[in-house]
């Protein structure tokens, strides 16, 4: 569960020191950036992108695997996976790129796989 609360806080950093960079950007160029940048913990911008955690789920059950599987072999918790699957929690880039190389995939075809 330390984990899990951990992979959150450092999601929300990176979507802080995102739009940190843009504010940066803006400074230096003197310019307002028309588009805001997005940040994963945007709603509005997960429902647009889709959920990852539907092609980690296809991948998982055409692999054969149980949630409880899938878990131990990243290290994370089995309700933190079922959270990544429904979409409720993003997982880092870290445990992204690790699920993906369960699956012998990249992180953009979870994506495809979930037909986004």
Not at 14 to 36: A, N, P, T, V
Not at 44 to 70: C, P, S
Not at 92 to 115: P, T
């Amino acid at each position: 569960m330390l984990r899990d609360k951990m992979i959150d806080q450092w999601i929300k950093e990176l979507d802080r020191e995102i739009l940190d960079l843009q504010e940066l950007r803006e400074e230096f160029s003197g310019e307002k950036q028309e588009d805001m940048v997005r940040t994963l913990t945007d709603p509005d911008y997960r429902a647009e992108v889709g959920n990852i955690g539907d092609g980690i789920r296809i991948r998982r059950k055409n692999a054969g695997m149980t949630q409880e599987d899938l878990a131990g072999e990243i290290g994370i918790s089995q309700p933190m996976l079922a959270q990544i699957e429904r979409g409720s929690k993003v997982p880092s880039m870290i445990l992204g790129r690790q699920i993906a190389g369960i699956f012998k995939c990249s992180m953009e075809e979870l994506f495809e796989e979930a037909g986004v």
